[in-house]
């Protein structure tokens, strides 16, 4: 059998059938029993085969020793298929995968060099695992309010000053579809004998078409995070390792996702992420070619009828980033004189239309392989109908957006020490100088404005609570309307 034949086989899916052809009767968990105790009106809303396939993974899927290697045979299968030397499969997204690769690689050391434009799921690996950030900062655009992952000699004055750091992290793309420069920044890494992790959780559907930005493993990384279900086609919390080198301690990186994971995996996660395995290898370069056009299409076609502007060539560049991944949208409204939150509420409620995205300037669109020249076409109308009735809106509530270097702050405490902290809430006026205590995070994207640790600034403070007031949504918050902060308590 060749390697390709090979990808025509999906373990966890081969699996489930036989196990529907050979019907057991189950005394052990689920207890809905394949949704034959599961309550009508749940049956109604989800579908009843949501709960006919919900299977226990070893014991019912897999003999109770795993004799069958189902996973283990879905999981080889996607480290082939994409080119990384091995591939681990888990079901709580990539936020459990950023903390396992942080636990694994930085955890013995103690500290990891990363991006302040981390996600919210890395500061809780921090956290954690004790681990002390050495940050490196994002290069921030100030004419578009947006920051562009940083480069690859920002990590290496990085390792310069922290040649102790365990590894370092960087996240690409970013969730705007923005890309670092991974080749330059892995060979950094390696020069100095540390570590790659890129957080790739919006790249999951790179390996599979030419014209998208490279991946990690392309790139050389030696360990890397995707989502499945962002870019991909897998079911919500499908997120995949891939790891490859031998500087990532394999075993260690199991027994670290192993301390976070559930010992009741979701099945229905792994055979989605086997399938979308299956059908990338298939029929990626096709799917993702036309997605592809699509988004080209969008962008030409917001461009010529709405005028708005679809940012790609000046997200590009020396001081920006350094690739973009062209199935992300990003329309700026602000020249309408709305904002990007009330541009996606209007959208929502006026249209029917999800975006991903908004921000005080724009909103995104994320093309999928699922979309067709249809719902471009009503993306193309919904923004035009906007664009006319964007002249009843009220002017939006101003942003105070920060300067560059403002969202720079001091790390005074480890985001460990600060998160366990006595800790004490204070009124939003009294917090600047304060060390914070608490995460804040406008969500989505979900990078923290604000980590545990931090001296809090006045400029950070006024850019959360103005944005608040336009719109943002801030759900970690001890307090989301931003009454109060929680900082760490004056002894
Ligand atoms: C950059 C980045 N990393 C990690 C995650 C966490 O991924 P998941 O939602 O699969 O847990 C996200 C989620 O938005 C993200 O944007």
Known sequence: MTADDRQEQAPVLEALREHDQSPHVSFAPPGHRQGKGADERVLQAVGADVFSH????????????????????????????????????????????????????????????????????AISGLVLGGIEPVWVHPQWDSSLHLAHPPSPDDFAAGLEQAPDVGGVMVTSPSPYGTCADLAAIAEVCHAAGKPLIV??????????????????????????????????????????????????????????????????????????????????????????????????????????????????????????????????????????????????????????????????????????????????????????????????????????????????LEQVLSPREAFFAPVQDVPVQDAADRIAAEQITPYPPGIPALLPGERIGQAVLDYLVSGRRAGMFLPDAADSDLGTIRVVAET
Request: contains cysteine; negative net charge.
């Open 54 to 121: 919900d299977y226990l993974a070893n014991g019912e899927l897999d003999d109770r020793a795993g004799r069958g290697q189902v996973l283990a045979r879905a999981e080889a299968l996607m480290a082939k298929a994409v080119g990384a030397e091995h591939a681990f499969f888990t079901t709580c997204g990539s936020s459990l995968s950023v903390k396992s690769a942080m636990l694994a690689v930085a955890g013995r050391a103690g500290s990891l060099l990363l991006g302040r434009d981390a996600h919210k799921s």
């Open 199 to 408: 957080d790739e959780a919006w790249g999951a559907h790179l390996p599979f078409h030419d014209d998208l930005p490279t991946w990690a493993m392309d790139a050389g990384a030696d360990l890397c995070v995707v989502s499945a279900h962002k870019m991909g086609t897998g079911l919500e919390q499908g997120s995949v390792f891939h790891v490859q080198g031998d500087l990532i301690d394999l075993d260690h990186l199991a027994a670290c996702a192993d301390m976070l994971s559930t010992t009741s995996p979701n099945v229905l996660v792994y055979a989605a992420l086997d399938g979308w395995r299956r059908q990338m290898v298939q029929h990626g370069t096709r799917l993702l070619g036309e997605a592809l056009a699509l988004a080209r299409l969008g962008r030409e076609q917001i461009r010529e009828r709405t005028g708005l502007v679809v940012l790609h060539e000046q997200l590009c560049g020396a001081q920006a980033s350094h690739d973009l991944d062209e199935l992300h949208l990003l329309v700026q409204v602000d020249a309408l004189g709305i904002s990007g939150y009330q541009a996606a509420d209007w959208l929502r409620e006026n249209e029917h239309l999800d975006v991903h995205l908004a921000d005080a300037q724009r909103v995104e669109a994320q093309i999928s392989v699922a979309n067709t020249e249809a719902d471009i076409e009503l993306l193309v109308q919904s923004l035009g109908r906007l664009c006319d009735a964007s002249a009843s809106f009220d002017p939006p509530p101003a942003v105070e957006l920060p300067e560059p270097g403002e969202l720079e």
